[in-house]
């Protein structure tokens, strides 16, 4: 446990020493939540794959209102409650609603969708105001 413990918080002081903060890693914004959902067309195509993960990471690094950003995969759970369905996911947070709405019609999003809508067969969206304390 205690060799454990040691290893522990040596990671955490490497990652403190020698991280960036980026987009990514600055600390998450709860004021507003934009989720989105992506089914892709083949999502077992290493080629498909790659070309919306090109396009999303462009989106991401040109974006001038986005303010973190997650994009993830779903891990295979055997539980019934959890959705395992979809091929990606994105969570980005914007500093307020203005700011999500801006982002719809900026050239960079616009751009990722001419980009990569051929790749996906669906898409759902899940938007939240971060108004809970």
């Known amino acids: 446990m205690k060799n454990f413990l040691l290893t522990l918080t040596l990671f955490a002081m490497t990652l403190s020493v ?5 987009k990514t890693e600055a600390e998450f ?9 992506f089914w892709l067309q083949n999502p077992d195509s290493e080629a ?8 999303i990471h462009t ?10 950003n997650f994009l993830g995969i779903p891990p295979k ?7 395992d369905s979809f091929t990606y ?3 980005v947070t914007f500093e307020s609603a203005e700011a999500q709405e801006a982002y719809q019609v900026e050239e960079a999003h616009l ?14 969206v899940y938007d939240a105001e971060g108004q809970v304390r």
Do not use: M
Request: hydrophobic share 40%.
């Open 48 to 55: 498909d794959r790659a070309a919306f993960e090109k396009a």
């Open 77 to 83: 759970s055997s539980r019934e409650v959890v959705d």
């Open 59 to 68: 989106l991401l690094e040109n974006s001038r209102y986005t303010k973190t």
């Open 89 to 91: 996911n994105l969570f």
């Open 111 to 124: 751009a990722f969708i001419e980009e990569a809508q051929s790749l996906w067969k669906k898409v759902v």
């Open 18 to 22: 020698f991280g960036q903060e980026s």
């Open 29 to 37: 914004d709860p004021a507003f939540v934009h989720s989105v959902y």
